[in-house]
């Protein structure tokens, strides 16, 4: 891999991934750009202890945009757009509309191919393990910023989820605080140390696998499962059998083996709902470790993969229950969507 640092033309770091070590990365961006003027602003929820981000100026932020008009496909002549090179294999770069930026942490959009009509589950598994290099080396860099306390990569995909850009990307957080889901996590994973001596992570695992009724996809390095208590009617759980606190600490096997397990998962997500159905609307999250807490190696590094439709036509719609009390009340039960995953295996 050989990664080329430059900037944009308002000063926001652009960052090329390339598969050939001779490959040049030296075009400039023409665009007469402003700074990036950002108004975010952390507030601390008192009654619930979590954290809200304001950020006003996110509401110009490109909607929408006719495919030709694209802002993360290469510039051509004539256009000019986020990607000042013609061509790209994976290129990262500083959000224009971001929410979080300065001290109160940093965004970034991860495109993960040129192509502008291809989506995740059509890369090749050179292609996926070079966005999985990507993700890993921008967990190492944000690392090393003193206002991140935690790095969330994480791609949503299709109009449902709420996409405005349908090129295929994703997103970077760096969260200037342990987020609430990773709180709980870790609260989780202290309790159970206390009442058994051994990991949570570990034991959940190991269960799923006793079990098997849950388990979607197994490789050698990776296991895929449906959680017993999953919020969203098709959720998965993909682990390394290694634990690792964070992507920087996958060993080489598992990243060779990446790209072959998740494209499978992603693959299967599209046909779920049979043919002729439209791809499925998902989230892709993964769970790292938050840096500079007591007790992180013994966090999991995970990630989650989920869809909000629950059958043909019809989308999990958060309402009463879920967004006024945090209570989920799943339609499809998890032993039959991890059934119904593996019945949709590639062949």
Not at 130 to 141: G, P, S, Y
Not at 229 to 256: F, G, I, N, Q, S
Not at 299 to 318: D, P, Q, V, Y
């Amino acid at each position: 891999m050989k990664k080329t640092v430059t900037t944009l033309a308002d000063s926001r770091e652009l960052i090329y991934y390339d598969s050939a070590d001779d490959t040049v990365r030296d075009a400039v961006d023409p665009r007469p750009l402003d700074a990036v003027s950002t108004s975010s602003e952390i507030r601390h929820d008192a009654l619930l202890g979590d954290s809200v981000a304001i950020a006003s100026h996110r509401q110009g932020r490109t909607y929408h945009p006719p495919a030709d008009e694209c802002p993360l496909c290469p510039s051509r002549e004539g256009r000019h757009s986020e990607i000042p090179d013609t061509d790209y294999d994976v290129a990262v770069f500083e959000n224009r509309f971001p929410s979080l930026a300065g001290d109160s942490g940093r965004c970034e959009v991860v495109c993960f191919t040129s192509d502008h009509d291809v989506s995740f589950a059509g890369l090749t598994d050179d292609q996926a393990a070079l966005v999985l290099e990507a993700w890993t080396d921008r967990t190492a860099d944000l690392a090393e910023l003193p206002q991140v306390a935690q790095v969330f990569c994480f791609e949503n995909r299709g109009a449902e989820i709420g996409v405005t850009l349908g090129h295929p990307h994703g997103q970077i957080y760096g969260y200037p605080f342990v987020t609430p889901r990773t709180e709980q996590m870790l609260r989780s994973m202290e309790a159970h140390r206390a009442d058994t001596g051994r990991n949570l992570f570990d034991d959940v695992v190991a269960r799923e696998l006793a079990d098997g009724e849950r388990v979607v996809l197994e490789g050698e390095h990776w296991v895929a499962f449906v959680p017993y208590a999953a919020h969203w009617p098709y959720e998965v759980h993909l682990h390394p059998r290694r634990r690792v606190p964070d992507l920087r600490e996958l060993d080489e096997a598992a990243r060779t083996e990446f790209p072959q397990v998740y494209l499978e998962l992603l693959r299967r997500f599209d046909r779920i709902f049979g043919p002729g159905e439209p791809p499925t609307p998902y989230i892709s999250a993964w769970h790292q470790a938050p840096f500079r807490v007591p007790g992180r190696e013994e966090f999991a590094l995970h990630l989650e993969l989920f869809t909000i439709r629950r059958t043909t036509g019809k989308l999990k719609f958060l309402a009463g229950s879920e967004s006024g009390m945090g209570v989920f009340i799943n339609d499809v039960p998890p032993e039959a969507a991890a059934q119904r995953l593996r019945e949709v295996a590639s062949e």
